[in-house]
């Protein structure tokens, strides 16, 4: 089993959608959440931590469920420039900090 | 924020080649780590480069493949010997941030001939 699956999609929707994004992480000790996003041949960049009170940027909105170790990342009123890859990253902290990714969910927001 | 930049950009190497890959931060970090991600697929630790000290390894990943320097606070090298078409790949470095949040450079796009 993957340290954290996610659904690789594509989510093909259009612009002024809602879509929801899913992700199961399977070490309990894991401490840090986060929601990644990575554009086509670019490099990963933070879009948003995730707190166990759930929290909200704007649009976009994560939720973290420990009992379940399920996370969520919901965004509301798709734009095109929204289209990309979502990362899935849960920090485990063991004898050192690092980052575990899933292998992201692919969003495509048509017009 | 921190800023990382990476050199080279990309490059095609023959096999059984080196290639050494650096990453330059421009404020001084404690932690730096070096990701790869093969085609079509996320990003996998390779190592933990610490500096005055001897890089940490993850599974399936070892130092005379992936051999790291880290001289000071600021810059890291990364090094993928004796190569191979298994090899090629996007390799990033990244920076722990606040103890927190992780920046990434803009990779390095390898291909192995």
């Known amino acids: 089993r993957k340290e954290v699956e996610q659904d690789p999609g594509p989510f093909n929707v259009p612009e002024g959608a809602t879509v929801a994004f899913n992700c199961t992480y399977s070490?309990?000790?894991?401490?840090?959440f986060f929601w990644y996003r990575q554009d086509c041949r670019k490099e990963p960049k933070l879009l948003m931590s995730?707190?166990?009170s759930g929290n909200e940027d704007g649009r976009f909105t994560a939720q973290l469920n420990r009992a379940s170790q399920y996370i969520s990342l919901l965004i509301r009123d798709s734009k095109l420039s929204d289209s990309a890859t979502y990362l899935c990253?849960?920090?485990?902290?063991?004898?050192?900090?690092?980052?575990?990714f899933g292998s992201g969910t692919r969003l495509l927001v048509r017009p | 924020s921190a800023v990382i930049s990476q050199k080279p950009s990309r490059d095609i190497c023959q096999r059984g080649t080196s290639l050494t890959i650096q990453c330059q931060v421009d404020?001084?970090?404690?932690?730096m780590f070096w990701y790869r991600q093969q085609p079509g697929q996320s990003l996998t630790l390779i190592a933990t480069?610490?500096?005055?000290?001897?890089?940490?390894?993850e599974s399936g990943f070892v130092i005379d493949k992936f051999p790291i320097s880290r001289p000071n606070l600021t810059f890291s090298t990364l090094t993928v010997s004796n190569m191979s078409p298994e090899d090629s790949s996007i390799y990033l470095c990244?920076?722990?941030?606040?103890?927190?949040?992780?920046?990434f450079g803009p990779g390095t796009r390898l291909t192995v001939l």
């Open positions: 995730v707190y166990s």
């Open positions: 480069a610490n500096q005055g000290s001897e890089a940490t390894y």
């Open positions: 404020s001084q970090v404690t932690m």
């Open positions: 070490n309990s000790a894991s401490q840090s």
């Open positions: 990253v849960v920090n485990v902290k063991d004898s050192s900090y690092k980052l575990i």
């Open positions: 990244s920076v722990d941030w606040a103890g927190n949040e992780q920046f």
